[in-house]
């Protein structure tokens, strides 16, 4: 799994959609197909794209194909986004401590 598979992958609404839907729970492939409102066909591609990314995992019950989240390129993601996240609270932060000082000043 390569960075740019993930980002890739995550590139596309209807695949982030897949992986919120995987956030709940585990779904099988016609749960998914129905909640997504895409045909079976291009579900099936976007699965693909995102287990090839790492993003998902399959499992087989009896007839069904089950999908699930893969937590750990998940958690490399929030691993590499915390400096940005640290950066966009300080300035976020030093914006409200502004805007007191500006809502006291009236």
């Known amino acids: 799994m390569s960075d740019a598979a993930l980002w890739s ?3 596309d609404p209807h695949r982030r959609a897949i992986v919120a839907l995987l956030l709940e729970r ?6 998914i197909v129905e909640a997504c409102g895409l045909s079976q066909p291009s579900t099936s591609k976007h699965l ?3 287990r090839e990314a790492g993003l998902v995992r399959v499992s087989q019950d009896a007839q069904r194909r089950v ?8 958690a490399a993601l929030d691993a590499w986004l915390e ?7 300080g300035s ?5 401590r502004r805007l007191d ?3 006291d000043d009236s």
């Open 9 to 11: 992958a995550l590139a």
């Open 26 to 31: 585990p779904r099988p492939v016609g749960e």
């Open 48 to 50: 693909k794209v995102l």
């Open 67 to 74: 999908y699930a989240l893969d937590p750990a390129p998940i």
């Open 83 to 89: 400096p940005y996240r640290r950066l966009w609270n």
């Open 92 to 96: 976020l932060d030093a914006l409200g």
């Open 101 to 103: 000082e500006v809502s």
